[in-house]
C-alpha cells in the first residue's frame, strides 16, 4: 500500500505545482502577447491530453488528431462568424466569395448553445462511428495510424477546396466577439486564457481519474495484449473505442478554444503536418504519464515560438531532432527522466521490495 | 470513348508513379514493419540527384540515364545509414518508427532547402522524352510513357532479384517466417540491411523519374507519402501484386472522378474510399494467412 | 458443466488441422489432451475459444461456441491460457486479476476506481499463491509465476471450464509439482483440460486422456489404459524423426 | 485518498473561477469601439520596422526574394541617412507559410517589438489572416503581391496589382491583340484563382469570349494528366492560368508533353515571374505569356540601377520580379509618406499618403489615399530563350487602381 501511495500521490503535487504556474505565475509576469501565446499553447495542450490517452495509454498512434481539433475549431469558427453577422446576417467571406446567401448547415451554429453542443457531440459521432468501423473489423497499429492520417489529409483538402462554404485556403478569421465579449480587449483575452488553462487542468484532471479507474487499467491492459483481453470476456475494440472518443472531443475542446485566442483557423491547423505536430509534445513529456502530454505541449510550443524567433528555419530541425531523439532514446519522454531521478532518490526504500518480488 | 480512353491512359500513368513510389515501401514495410515516412525524402533525394546528374553532364542527352543509377545508389545509401544508425535499435517497437522517420524526414528536408536553396530547381527533360507518340488516336506524352516502362521495369527486376538471387531467396524467407529464416542460419541483421537498401534505393529512382513531370524541391516528398502508404495498406502490406493492383486501381479511380468532378474532390473521395475498402479488406487485396495468434 | 465437441473439422489454405473431433469435456476431473507436435491440440483449443473458425459443433449449456467471439465465449465461462504466458506486464497482479474479474461486473463501473482488493481476487490469489507479489508489476514474476497467475485470472471469471495451454512447460520439478496440486484443487468444481507433453505429469495427475494425431482422436481413456495402446505406441515412438520438423513448423506458426 | 482529490478539485476549481471572475469583469462587450494605443517608441535615434515574410514552408521559395529586396531598400534608406534622420532597425519574422502563424507574428511584431510598420506577407490567406491583427491594433502593414483585389483597408497600403491593373488588362490583350473567342481557365483551387475567375467569367460574358472550361487543382497539385486531357480536349483559343508555385512545374510539362504550343494554344500566367522560370523550366514556358506591372528587362535607368545592385547583393544569377520591386519599393513609399507627414505615427502616415509618389524601377507609381492602392502600368510579357520576360504590350498610362471594380459595369458581385 505504501509504494502505491507513492506511485499516485506525485502526480497531484506535479498538478499542484502546474496549477499555480499556469493560473498565478504566468498572468502575473507575462505580457498580453506572451499571455496569449501561452493561452494557444494550453489548446493545443488539451489536445495533447487526450493524445496521452489514446496514444499512450492506449497505444493507438493517432496520426490524425487534426481532424478533431479542426471539427471543433470550424464550428466555433463558424458560430462567431455568424454571431459577427448578427441576426439574419451574412457572414463577410461569403459575400465576397460566394452568392452571399449562408448554408443550411451552417444556420444551427448561430446559437452559442448549439455551437457548444456541436463542439462536444460531433467529435463523438464522428469518432465514435469511425472507430467503430476501424476497431471492430480490428484495424490496428500501423494500418489505423495510416488511415487516421489520410483523414486528416482528406479534411484539409475538403476545407480547402469549399471556398465559399469554409473560407478555403484562407480559414476563417477577423472574429470580433466571443459570447459576447468583444475580442480586442486584452482584459478579455486573459479572460480567455484562464479559461483555456482552467480547461486544460480539469481535463489532466479528469485524466488522473481515468488512469486510476478500472477503464484506465483496462486500456493499458488492451494496449499490452488486446487479443489477451479478448479471453479476458471484454471486447478490445469497445475499450479502445472509448479511449478515441474522448481523445477526440478533447482535441475538439482545445480547437474550439484555439478560434478565439488565435483569431483564426485555417486548414494548416488541421491537416497532416499539424496534426502531427501535436504529437510532438506528447512524445515529448511522456505519452502514457499524466502531466506530460500537457506539459510537453506546452513546452514544446514554446520551443517553436523562440527558435523561430531566433533562427527562422530552425524549427525544422529542431522538430526533426526531438521526434528522433526522444522517441529512440528517451520513450518515455521527460516523465521517463522524473521517473528515473525519483528512483534513485527513493533506492533505499526499494531492496526489501525487490527480494519479496524475487522470493 | 475518347474522354474514357484518355482517363484510361492518364489513370495508367497515373498508377504508375503511385507504384513506382509504393515499391520501395513494400518491401521495407511488408518485410520489417518498419513505417517509413522518410521514403518522402529520399524520393526527394533522388529528384536533387537528377538535378545534381543534369547539372554536371551539361545537360546531355544521357543524363537522365546516368542520374538512375546513381538515383538509387543515393537512396539506398541513405536507406542503409538509416537503418544503421536508428531503425536497427527500433525493431520491437514499430509504431514508433513512424515517428522517428518523420523526423529523420524533417530533418532531410531542411538539408535540401539548405544546400540547394528553397526554390525549385527544373531538370530538363531529355529530347528524346521531347513531344508525344498517338496510341489508338489519344497523344501519349513520352515522358509518362518513360515512367510506366521504368515502373514496370523496375517490378520486372524486383521480381527477378527476389525469384533468383540467393538474396532473394533469404528475403523472402526472412519476410515468410523471420525466426525460421534465423534457425536455418540467415542472418536477418544483412538481410534487412539489403531489403532497406533495395527499397530505398526504388525511392531514389522514383524521385528521378519524378523530375520528369513535376519540380524537385524540398517538399517533393511529402506530397506523396500519404498516398504512397494508401497503396501499400490496399495492396495488402509485403505484397508487390497487391500494390500493382493498388496502384493502377488508385490511379484509374482518381483519374476518372477527377475528369467527372474536381481534383479536390477527388482526392477526398479516393481517400474516404479506401477507408471504405478497408472495412471490407482489413488485410488487403491480398492477404496472408498465418497460424499465429494476435 | 459438460462441453461436448462433435465432428469439429478446422482447415488452414486446404490443410486440415482437426479433421473430425468428438469429445466429451466433463467437469469434475482433470482431462488431458497429448499428442505429437502438430497433432492439433492448441487448434482444437483455438476453435473453442473463437480464434480459429470451424465447422461442426462445441455445445456448451445452450450454445454453440464455433462462430461466437472470443469475449462472449469467455463471457459464457470457457477461459483459457496460452502456451506462452500472456499477462499485461505492466500491470500489478492484483490488476491482472482485477481486469479479469471485470466481466462480473456492470459496465459504468470501469468508470470507479478500484478500492480494495475485491473478495473474489484476494480468494484467487489465495489459490494460486501470489497473495504477497499481489502488488507487484506481473512482469516480474518468474515464467511459472506468470502460468499460475493466468490460471488465478480464469478462477476470477468463475470460468467453468478452463483450457490449459501447455501450464507447466519449462518449470522447474518444484513448480509443476505445485501446479498439478493446484490443477487438482480446482478441478472439483469445473471442467479443466489441459495440454501437456510432459508424459510423467500426465501420469501423476490425469483422469483422463485424449490422444490427438494428426487431428483426429486415436484413444481416449485412462494413463495407464493410454500407456498400453499399441497405437499410441506407434505414432510416439515411429513419428521421432518427422517430429523434429514439425517441431520448428509450430514454433514458427 | 478520495477526499484528498476532491478536496484539492475543489481548491482549484475555486481558485479558476476567482481568476475569471477577477479578470472578467472589466472585459468590454461586442459593439465597443477599439482604442489601442501603439506602443511604438521614436525618442531614440532609430525607428524599428517588421519584415514579415515565409522563410521556411513551401512558400519561402518565393517570399525569401521579397525579404531579400526589402533588406536592400533598408540599406539604401540607412545608407542615404534613414527615415526623418533615424536609422531603420529590422526586426524580421519568419511567417512559415501558414496564415495563422502570420497573425501570430504580426502580433508580435505590433505589440512586443512595437514596429512603426510591418512589410510583408504573400498569398492571399496570409493577408487575411493579418487584417483584422493590424486593424485591432491599429498598424501598417504593406502588402507587395499582386491579389485578387475586392478589399481595401486603412491599415493595408497594396504596392502590388490589384485586379483591373493585371487580370483586365491580360484579357483586354487576349481580345484586342490575340483575337480570342474562347478561353480555358485553370487555376489552384484557393481564393485568388477562383475570384479572379469570376471577374474573368463576367469580363468574358460581356465581351463575347466562351469560357469553355473551368478547372482547379489542389493547391500543390502535381497531377495534371486530367487537367491537360481537358483543356486539350475544349481547344479553346487560350488559356488564363492560376495556378500557384509547384504546379505551374507539373501543368507546364504536361502541357508541352501533350503537344500544346504557345502559338497553338497560348496560357497566359499571372503567378509566374522571373524567379519561377527557371524551376518551371525556359524551355517549357517560352513563348509563353505573363501578366504584371514590372520585368527585369525594363529599359530604364532606375530599373538598371535596381537590377545591378540587387544582383550586387544576392550573386549574379539573381533575377528580379514584380512581387520585389512592389515590396521595395514599398519601403521607399513608406519613408515618402512618414516624411510628408513628418511623423511616424500611424494615423498621421495614413492622412499623408495621398499623392505620395516615387520614381520605381517599373516606372513612377502614386499611392491612392482613398483605396490604398497604387496606380500602376499593366505589362503583358512574353517568355525569351533566357528566362526573362519581354514587354510585348502595355496600357497607355499608369491604370487608376479600382479593387472593387466600381468603374466596370459589367461586375457584379
Wanted: aromatic share 8%; with cysteine.
Amino acid at each position: 500500500m505504501k509504494t502505491s501511495k507513492i506511485k499516485h500521490s506525485s502526480p497531484y503535487a506535479g498538478w499542484l505545482l502546474l496549477a499555480i504556474a499556469l493560473l498565478v505565475l504566468a498572468p502575473a509576469v507575462l505580457s498580453d502577447f506572451r499571455l496569449g501565446l501561452l493561452a494557444k499553447y494550453c489548446c493545443y495542450a488539451i489536445a495533447a491530453v487526450g493524445i496521452g490517452l489514446a496514444w499512450g495509454r492506449g497505444g493507438m498512434l493517432v496520426l490524425g488528431q487534426g481532424l478533431y481539433f479542426g471539427l471543433g475549431a470550424y464550428a466555433m469558427a463558424m458560430h462567431l462568424k455568424l454571431a459577427d453577422a448578427g441576426p439574419g446576417g451574412v457572414p463577410d467571406f461569403m459575400a465576397l466569395y460566394g452568392d452571399a446567401a449562408v448554408p443550411w448547415w451552417w444556420e444551427p451554429l448561430r446559437s452559442g448553445a448549439v455551437a457548444v453542443v456541436v463542439i462536444l457531440v460531433l467529435p463523438v459521432i464522428v469518432a465514435g462511428l469511425l472507430g467503430l468501423a476501424v476497431f471492430k473489423r480490428r484495424i490496428k497499429g500501423a494500418y489505423f495510424a495510416i488511415l487516421s492520417q489520410a483523414l486528416a489529409a482528406a479534411f484539409a483538402i475538403l476545407l480547402i477546396g469549399q471556398v465559399k462554404t469554409t473560407g478555403g485556403a484562407n480559414g476563417l478569421n477577423n472574429f470580433q466577439g466571443f459570447f459576447g465579449y468583444a475580442l480586442f480587449d486584452p482584459a478579455n483575452k486573459r479572460m480567455l486564457y484562464f479559461v483555456a488553462a482552467g480547461i486544460l487542468l480539469v481535463s489532466i484532471l479528469a485524466m488522473a481519474w481515468l488512469h486510476r479507474s478500472r477503464f484506465g487499467e483496462l486500456l493499458v491492459a488492451v494496449r499490452d495484449g488486446e487479443e489477451r483481453v479478448r479471453f479476458l470476456g471484454t471486447d478490445p475494440a469497445n475499450v479502445k473505442l472509448a479511449a478515441y472518443v474522448v481523445a477526440a472531443v478533447l482535441a475538439s475542446v482545445g480547437g474550439a478554444l484555439f478560434v478565439p485566442i488565435a483569431g483564426i483557423v485555417s486548414p494548416d491547423d488541421v491537416g497532416v503536418v499539424a496534426s502531427i505536430g501535436l504529437l510532438a509534445g506528447v512524445a515529448l513529456g511522456g505519452r502514457a504519464s499524466l502531466l506530460g502530454p500537457a506539459v510537453g505541449a506546452l513546452l514544446v510550443g514554446y520551443a517553436e515560438t523562440s527558435l523561430s524567433e531566433a533562427f527562422p528555419g530552425s524549427w525544422s530541425y529542431f522538430q526533426g531532432a526531438l521526434f528522433v531523439l526522444v522517441i529512440l532514446l528517451l520513450p518515455g519522454g521527460l516523465a521517463q527522466l522524473v521517473g528515473m531521478a525519483k528512483r534513485t532518490v527513493a533506492h533505499r526504500e526499494r531492496p526489501a521490495l525487490e527480494e519479496a518480488a524475487a522470493r | 470513348m475518347d474522354a474514357i480512353l484518355a482517363q484510361v491512359f492518364t489513370g495508367i500513368s497515373a498508377g504508375a508513379v503511385l507504384l513506382l513510389i509504393a515499391l520501395g515501401l513494400t518491401l521495407t514495410f511488408g518485410q520489417m514493419g518498419v513505417i517509413n515516412m522518410a521514403h518522402g525524402e529520399f524520393i526527394m533525394a533522388g529528384a536533387y540527384t537528377a538535378f545534381v546528374v543534369s547539372t554536371i553532364t551539361a545537360g546531355t542527352e544521357l543524363s537522365l540515364l546516368i542520374a538512375l543509377p546513381v538515383g538509387f545508389l543515393i537512396g539506398g545509401l541513405l536507406g542503409l545509414a538509416l537503418e544503421a544508425s536508428v531503425l536497427r535499435w527500433m525493431y520491437a517497437r514499430p509504431l514508433d518508427t513512424l515517428l522517428v522517420t518523420y523526423g529523420v524526414g524533417l530533418v532531410l528536408q531542411q538539408v535540401a532547402r539548405d544546400v540547394f536553396g528553397a526554390p525549385a530547381k527544373e531538370v530538363p527533360a531529355p529530347d528524346w522524352l521531347d513531344g508525344s507518340i498517338p496510341i489508338l488516336g489519344y497523344d501519349f506524352p513520352l515522358t509518362r510513357l518513360f515512367i510506366i516502362l521504368l515502373a514496370a521495369g523496375c517490378v520486372a527486376a524486383l521480381l527477378a532479384v527476389l525469384r533468383f538471387t540467393a538474396l532473394g531467396r533469404e528475403i523472402r524467407a526472412t519476410v515468410g517466417n523471420r525466426d525460421l529464416a534465423e534457425t536455418l542460419g540467415i542472418s536477418t541483421r544483412r538481410t534487412d540491411r539489403a531489403t532497406f537498401f533495395i527499397g530505398s534505393g526504388l525511392a531514389g529512382v522514383a524521385g528521378v523519374a519524378l523530375t520528369l513531370l513535376g519540380s524537385t524541391g524540398p517538399n517533393l516528398g511529402t506530397s506523396y507519402i500519404v498516398q504512397a502508404f494508401l497503396v501499400v495498406v490496399v495492396g495488402g502490406i509485403g505484397h508487390l501484386k497487391g500494390t500493382i493492383v493498388a496502384a493502377l486501381g488508385i490511379g484509374l479511380l482518381q483519374a476518372f472522378l477527377a475528369h467527372a468532378l474536381t481534383g479536390s474532390v477527388a482526392q477526398v473521395i479516393v481517400f474516404l474510399a479506401i477507408v471504405a475498402f478497408l472495412q471490407l479488406r482489413p488485410q488487403g487485396i491480398l492477404s496472408v494467412r498465418t497460424r499465429s495468434l494476435a | 458443466m459438460t462441453l461436448t465437441v462433435n465432428d469439429l473439422r478446422v482447415e488452414f489454405d486446404g490443410f486440415v488441422a482437426i479433421d473430425g473431433v468428438s469429445l466429451t469435456l466433463e467437469p469434475g476431473r482433470l482431462h488431458f489432451l497429448i499428442g505429437p507436435n502438430g497433432a492439433g491440440k492448441t487448434t482444437l483449443v483455438d476453435a473453442l475459444t473463437g480464434l480459429a473458425t470451424g465447422s461442426g459443433e462445441a455445445r456448451y449449456r445452450t450454445r454453440d461456441l464455433l462462430g461466437l467471439a472470443s469475449h462472449t465465449i469467455t463471457r459464457l465461462g470457457v477461459g483459457r491460457t496460452f502456451q506462452t504466458a500472456t499477462v499485461f506486464e505492466e500491470l500489478s497482479v492484483l490488476q491482472n486479476l482485477d481486469i479479469a474479474a471485470g466481466v462480473h461486473r456492470p459496465r459504468w463501473r470501469l468508470m470507479l476506481p478500484r478500492r480494495g482488493t475485491p473478495e473474489r481476487v484476494a480468494e484467487a490469489l489465495e489459490t494460486v499463491g501470489l497473495t504477497a507479489l499481489a502488488d507487484r508489476p506481473a512482469g516480474v514474476l518468474s515464467h511459472g509465476q506468470k502460468q499460475w497467475l493466468e490460471i488465478g485470472m480464469l478462477l476470477v471469471q468463475n470460468s467453468a471450464v478452463m483450457l490449459l495451454d501447455e501450464p507447466v512447460a519449462g518449470m522447474s520439478a518444484e513448480e509443476r509439482e505445485e501446479t498439478g496440486e493446484l490443477l487438482r484443487r480446482i478441478s472439483p468444481e469445473r471442467t479443466v483440460v489441459v495440454i501437456e507433453h510432459d508424459m510423467d505429469f500426465v501420469r501423476r495427475f490425469a483422469d483422463v486422456v485424449t490422444v490427438l494425431h494428426a487431428g483426429k482422436v486415436i484413444a481416449e481413456g485412462s494413463a495407464a489404459e493410454i500407456r498400453e495402446d499399441a497405437e499410441v505406441q506407434r505414432v510416439y515412438l515411429g513419428d521421432t524423426v518427422a517430429d523434429m520438423t514439425e517441431t520448428r513448423a509450430e514454433e514458427s506458426a | 485518498m478520495r477526499t484528498k482529490i476532491s478536496s484539492r478539485l475543489l481548491a482549484a476549481s475555486s481558485v479558476l473561477a476567482l481568476g475569471m471572475t477577477a479578470t472578467a469583469c472589466g472585459g468590454a462587450k461586442t459593439g465597443d469601439t477599439a482604442s489601442s494605443e501603439s506602443c511604438l517608441d521614436t525618442s531614440g535615434d532609430t525607428v524599428k520596422i517588421g519584415f514579415l515574410n515565409s522563410l521556411s514552408g513551401t512558400m519561402a521559395i518565393s517570399e525569401t526574394t521579397v525579404f531579400k529586396s526589402l533588406s536592400m531598400a533598408a540599406e539604401e534608406i540607412n545608407a542615404d541617412g534613414g527615415v526623418l534622420g533615424k536609422k531603420l532597425e529590422i526586426v524580421s519574422e519568419d511567417g512559415q507559410s501558414e496564415p495563422t502563424v502570420f497573425a501570430e507574428k504580426a502580433t508580435k511584431l505590433i505589440q512586443d517589438d512595437c514596429v512603426a510598420a510591418v512589410f510583408g506577407g504573400w498569398t492571399s490567406s496570409s493577408r487575411k489572416a493579418m487584417l483584422p491583427v493590424f486593424e485591432g491594433n491599429d498598424s501598417l502593414l504593406f502588402y507587395p503581391v499582386q491579389y485578387e483585389g475586392l478589399e481595401s483597408s486603412d491599415n493595408i497600403f497594396y504596392t502590388g496589382a490589384t485586379t483591373n491593373q493585371q487580370i483586365i488588362p491580360a484579357l483586354d490583350f487576349l481580345k484586342q491583340e490575340k483575337k480570342i473567342e474562347s478561353i480555358f481557365l485553370v487555376g489552384s483551387d484557393y481564393v485568388f484563382p477562383r475570384t479572379a475567375n469570376k471577374i474573368i467569367k463576367q469580363y468574358a460574358a460581356a465581351n463575347g469570349i466562351e469560357v469553355l472550361g473551368e478547372e482547379y487543382q489542389p493547391l500543390g497539385s502535381t497531377d495534371f494528366g486530367t487537367v491537360v486531357d481537358k483543356v486539350k480536349a475544349a481547344g479553346a483559343d487560350a488559356v488564363f492560368n492560376t495556378l500557384n508555385g509547384d504546379s505551374n512545374v507539373a501543368f507546364f510539362k504536361e502541357y508541352k508533353g501533350k503537344g500544346l504550343t504557345a502559338d497553338a494554344m497560348p496560357v497566359l500566367s499571372v503567378s509566374i515571374a522571373e524567379e519561377e522560370v527557371p524551376g518551371v523550366g525556359v524551355g517549357n514556358l517560352e513563348g509563353q505569356y505573363t501578366a504584371w506591372n514590372y520585368y527585369q528587362t525594363i529599359d530604364s535607368e532606375t530599373n538598371k540601377e535596381f537590377v545591378t545592385d540587387f544582383k550586387a547583393a544576392n550573386g549574379a544569377k539573381a533575377v528580379t520580379s514584380d512581387p520585389m520591386e512592389a515590396a521595395y519599393t514599398s519601403l521607399h513609399l513608406w519613408k515618402g509618406m512618414v516624411e510628408k507627414a513628418d511623423s511616424f505615427e500611424v494615423a498621421d502616415v495614413v492622412d499623408a499618403a495621398d499623392g505620395v509618389t516615387y520614381d520605381a524601377p517599373e516606372g513612377t507609381v502614386e499611392v491612392d489615399g482613398e483605396n490604398h492602392h497604387l496606380a500602376k502600368t499593366a505589362l503583358i510579357g512574353q517568355v525569351n530563350g533566357e528566362g526573362l520576360i519581354d514587354t510585348v504590350w502595355s496600357s497607355e498610362k499608369p491604370i487608376e487602381p479600382d479593387p472593387f471594380l466600381k468603374s466596370y459595369d459589367w461586375w457584379k458581385n
